[in-house]
Structure formats: structure tokens, C-alpha cells
């Protein structure tokens, strides 16, 4: 199920702007792969070309491979509607629908999928996935209600639920932590951990604790300057990249001497 | 006991300092201008509201209460008014089944698949249908749509005449109430297309996205995003349009060719005639009591625009937990 990516010489475009430049990256499965870097270095748009999401901004392109499980996400045949429904995503904020009900948001993605299920069936589905988004307990006894009526936290968790209930390859996370309140983010990140037993992780974070905390990768990402595209610039394991950097920015990154 | 009173003797020392806290803020004088000006405004619309209310209540009693003798539409007014209540919420409720499908559509085009470039210009032009005077539209709907549409109806007449609504025979003329309600659909087509159009560019990125990410198509995203969001909009924007549609006097009046049945055949040469329409042709000959009666069918009219309103409130109010409002 869960598949690792490989990324050569991808970049990413915005009509005219160079976004992102040169990324080569192999990231591998079961496994949690952090993206750090300061604001505007590209790390949120790389991480959105891993499921074709940028394109939903017009004029948006990349040229490059990206490759998971050996097949090319942006091969021509390939449509990227058919992308994201095998690699799922969390957002910055919680955005379950808030015209669904819990129940209806976990299996928004299966509908969608337009697989005729069962009552019991899709009764299975939801539970399986809440109790693997460590959101059952709290919510089992009112599936029925909105998904908005819910905390924050328990907002994002059953985004979680909702992008694991169509059982993707690969999992995004995009700064899944910053709206939340500091135990709302521990309790993320436990899932987190849990979660990478069966799924390729992918998160970005303005966080570098928590990148330090939750993920067994890191990559760096860094910009020139302004108006200059982001680049890859160290990748290695979490302990080396915090303890030992290789190149002096990601130190200076690491240390906060700027960002 | 004791503590008591020692609390009470403490508040009464600290009330001086208490007192200057409670006082409300000093208050701009723009701020309380604009507040006045607010207030007034309010009041100024309930007051029009009730000014109107009253008139057509005192007005139209007596009409209500006249007997068939005497009154120029020889009946009593519940039998005159019977047919007009049918004619005007038959006609509204057939302009807005044909037009809420289209302004919908309009509206979705706009907002979310046209290039940029395109968008606005189809925006402009459904706006600019809504500066067309409404006599305008009845003089097209008589002269040219009545007669471009008469074979169509002959047609339905022949082929789909089984049905109670293409019973037939088909208007020589072509002046009839589904005629009517096609000048109204084109009327009330661009307050339902700007309302749902602002509606849907208002959908929330964040469930855009979250849709589009679950592997979503466009058309998927919308149901899913869009339009569940979009929904108490689109009813408070068909409902607008349904009070147009019920009051709409000039073009109606001109279109169609009415002769205070009830019926159900929108294609035939007998057709209900609506309240607004009806006062229209009416008022210039009536007097006396007679007048008191077509005042008491605008009553009636009022009463019905209300209970459409208040509907539309509980449709939306219905499922507020779910609007995305909160």
C-alpha cells in the first residue's frame, strides 16, 4: 500500500515564475519525510506537486519527474484527478465539509470513488478510519452531527480520517499543526507516528521541533533571495540534519539565526 | 449577618470608583451620527412596511365583505379571488422552474468555469437584463415571443397532448400562461444569476481544495463544496426572484390573455389571469366597492409574498448546523 517517491529534476513554475528549482529527492516508504525551510522557500508548493494540487492555480506547471512506485505522476496519459485520489492531504487548517456530517466527511473520498457500499459496510469504513485517526472515542456517539460542531483538533483528525479512509499510498501534510493548540499538535503528532507503519508521510512544518520530533527525514529548503526560485539544499536523517549539518545555511536554519 | 453588611458598606464606599468604570465610553460624534442614520433607515422601511399593510387592510374590508351586487365582477370576493391566487402562484412557480436551472447554470459558469475573460462580459450583459423596463419585455412576449412560440405549442398539443398541461387546444395567438411565465423566467434571470453568482465565488478555498484532494473532478468538486454551501443562498436568491415573479403587473398583463379560470393546460386560449395583472386591467373602470375588492385581492397578494418569504426563512433555518455559516 504505501509507496515511496522519487523526484528528478523537478521544477515548478507559475506561468513565468520559476517557483522551485532542481529538486531531486528519494523519499522513501513508511517513513516520515519533513520539509523545513523559512516562508516562501517553496516547500508548500513541492509538497502540492507531489499530488498535482498547485495545478489548481492557473497557469501553474512543472517539468521534471516524479515517480511513485516507478510510475510518473505527470506522465501524459495520466489524469490528476486519478493522482490525488492515491495520495491524500491535510491541509494548514481544518477543513472538514461543514455541510457533511462526521460520518458523511470520513467517507466523502469513498463516495467520490463512487463505490457502492453497504450501510454496514460504509458503517465500517468510518469506524476503521476514526479509530485509526484516534478520534473514535470522541465521536462515536454523534456521527450524525456536523463536522464543523467539532474542536479544531478533532477538526484536523477527522481530516486525517477522511484522507486515509480511501486508503492512499502516500499521505500529505501541510503544516497540519500551526492552527493548533499545543496539545491538539502532540496528539497529531502521536498519529503521526502511528500512522507511518502503514503510509509514506510527507509533512511540512514551520515547526522545527516538531520536524525534530516526528520525522525520520528531513529536507531543507531555501531561497537565494527574493524573487528567486527555492531550491533543495540539504537532505538527510532527522538526528544528522539537527546535530550535524552538512551545509552552513541549514545550520544557521537549525540554530535560528534566520527564518 | 455581619459579613453581609460589611460586604453591602464596601460596595457603597467603592461605589464612587465603580460608578465612573460603569459609565459607557465617551462616543464619537460620527459613530453615533452613523448610528442614528442606521436606526432611521430601519425604522424608516418597517414603518413603509406597515404604512402599507394598513392601507390595504382598511382599504380592502369593505371589498372583502361587499356583497355580488354590489360589485362590477358580480360574484362573491373569495370565488373572484380564487382563480387569481391560482393564476399568480402558477405562473411565479413556472417562471422559476424554468429560470432557476438556467440562472444556476449561468452562475456556476461564471464563477467557476469560464476563463476570466469571458466571465465578466456574461456578467455585464445577465446585469443589463435587469435594467430592461418591465413594459419592454410584455411588448416582445406579446408581439414577438407569443407568435415565434404558437407552433411549438400546436406541436405539443399534437404530440404530447395526453399530458393534462399540453391538453389543448392550443392558443391561435400564443398568449398564454406558459408564454407569460417564459417573460417572467428571462425577468427574474438576473437577480437569481447575480445572487447565486456571488454566492458561489464566496465558497471557502480551504473546501475547495479539500474536495479537489480527495480526488475530486470539477463538476464532483461542485456538488460537494459548492453547492451544499451555496445552498440557503440559492433559496433566498429563488425566493427574491419568486416575489418578483408574484408581483410582476406590466408584463403579464400584456402577455397574457386571460379569462379567470382555474386550469392546469398551459398551452390553451383560457387562461388564469394573475392578481397584479388583474388589478391592472381592472382599476381604470372600477369604482365604489369594486375598487375595495381589487385593493383586498393587493391584500391578498401581500399575505401571499409573506407566507413565501417566511417559507424560504424556514427552508434555510432548517438545516442550519450543516449552512457552514458557523
Given amino acids: 500500500m504505501a509507496k ?10 507559475y506561468g513565468d515564475f520559476l517557483a522551485v528549482q532542481d529538486v531531486n529527492i528519494t523519499i522513501p516508504a513508511r517513513a516520515v519525510t519533513a520539509f523545513i525551510g523559512p516562508s516562501g522557500c517553496g516547500k508548500s508548493t513541492f509538497l502540492r506537486s507531489l499530488n498535482r494540487m498547485h495545478e489548481v492555480i492557473r ?17 501524459q496519459e495520466m489524469d490528476p484527478v486519478n493522482v490525488r485520489r492515491k495520495i491524500g492531504m491535510v491541509f494548514q487548517r481544518p477543513n472538514p465539509f461543514p455541510t457533511m456530517s462526521i460520518a458523511e466527511n470520513v467517507l466523502a473520498g469513498q463516495r467520490l470513488n463512487s463505490k457502492r457500499m453497504k450501510k454496514s459496510e460504509a458503517d465500517d469504513v468510518v469506524e476503521q478510519s476514526l479509530r485509526r485517526a484516534g478520534l473514535w472515542a470522541e465521536v462515536k456517539e454523534r456521527l450524525d452531527r456536523p463536522g464543523s460542531s467539532l474542536s479544531g483538533g478533532q477538526q484536523q483528525r477527522l481530516c486525517i480520517a477522511r484522507a486515509i479512509a480511501v486508503e492512499p499510498e502516500v499521505l500529505l501534510m501541510d503544516e497540519p499543526c500551526s492552527a493548533l493548540d499545543p496539545i491538539s499538535t502532540s496528539v497529531i503528532e502521536d498519529l503521526i507516528h502511528e500512522l ?7 509533512i511540512v512544518t514551520h515547526n522545527m521541533q516538531q520536524a525534530a520530533r516526528v520525522s525520520d527525514q528531513t529536507a531543507f529548503f531555501n531561497l537565494a533571495g527574493v524573487g528567486q526560485p527555492g531550491r533543495l539544499v540539504e537532505l538527510g536523517p532527522t538526528e544528522k540534519m539537527f546535530a550535524n549539518p552538512d551545509d552552513p545555511a541549514t545550520e544557521a536554519y537549525i540554530q535560528g539565526r534566520f527564518g | 449577618m455581619g459579613t453581609r453588611r460589611i460586604r453591602e458598606e464596601g460596595l457603597r464606599v467603592s461605589s464612587t470608583t465603580e460608578q465612573t468604570r460603569r459609565t459607557a465610553p465617551p462616543q464619537r460624534p460620527g459613530d453615533r451620527v452613523f448610528g442614528g442614520l442606521s436606526l432611521g433607515a430601519a425604522l424608516l422601511i418597517l414603518a413603509t412596511l406597515a404604512g402599507v399593510a394598513i392601507f390595504l387592510t382598511v382599504q380592502g374590508i369593505p371589498g372583502i365583505t361587499a356583497s355580488p351586487e354590489e360589485v362590477k365582477y358580480d360574484t362573491t370576493f373569495l370565488r373572484y379571488v380564487g382563480p387569481l391566487v391560482f393564476g399568480t402562484l402558477w405562473a411565479a412557480a413556472l417562471a422559476l422552474v424554468l429560470a432557476a436551472p438556467v440562472a444556476i447554470g449561468v452562475a456556476l459558469f461564471i464563477s467557476h468555469y469560464a476563463p476570466r475573460r469571458l466571465a465578466q462580459p456574461i456578467g455585464y450583459v445577465i446585469d443589463l437584463l435587469a435594467a430592461v423596463p418591465s413594459v419592454v419585455y410584455g411588448a416582445w412576449g406579446m408581439v414577438t415571443l407569443a407568435a415565434a412560440i404558437q407552433p411549438v405549442y400546436l406541436w405539443l398539443e399534437e404530440h404530447l397532448g395526453f399530458i393534462p398541461l399540453f391538453a389543448g387546444p392550443a392558443s391561435a395567438t400564443g ?4 408564454t407569460a411565465a417564459l417573460v417572467l423566467a428571462i425577468m427574474i434571470l438576473p437577480i437569481m444569476t447575480a445572487i447565486c453568482r456571488e454566492i458561489f465565488l464566496q465558497t471557502p478555498r480551504l473546501h475547495e481544495e479539500a474536495a479537489l484532494a480527495l480526488g475530486a473532478t470539477r463538476w464532483e468538486m461542485t456538488r460537494m463544496a459548492v453547492f451544499p454551501y451555496a445552498r440557503s443562498g440559492i433559496v433566498s436568491a429563488a425566493m427574491l426572484a419568486l416575489g418578483r415573479a408574484l408581483g410582476e403587473t406590466m408584463a403579464v398583463a400584456m402577455v397574457l390573455s386571460a379569462s379567470g379560470v382555474i386550469s392546469l393546460n398551459l398551452i390553451s386560449s383560457t387562461n388564469p389571469s394573475t392578481i397584479a395583472a388583474n388589478i391592472a386591467h381592472s382599476f381604470k373602470e372600477a369604482s365604489g366597492l369594486t375598487v375595495n375588492g381589487l385593493i383586498a385581492t393587493g391584500l391578498v397578494l401581500f ?3 409573506f407566507a413565501v418569504n417566511f417559507a424560504a426563512r424556514a427552508i434555510v433555518d432548517r438545516r442550519k448546523e450543516f449552512s457552514g455559516a458557523n
Fill in chain 2, 303 to 305: 399575505v401571499i409574498t
Fill in chain 1, 4 to 13: 515511496s517517491i522519487d523526484v528528478t529534476d523537478l521544477n515548478i513554475y
Fill in chain 2, 175 to 178: 398568449r398564454t400562461i406558459l
Fill in chain 1, 59 to 75: 497557469g501553474a506547471y512543472v517539468d521534471g519527474k516524479v515517480l511513485v512506485d516507478g510510475e510518473d505522476l505527470y506522465a
Fill in chain 1, 196 to 202: 507511518k507503519n502503514d503510509y509514506t508521510i510527507v
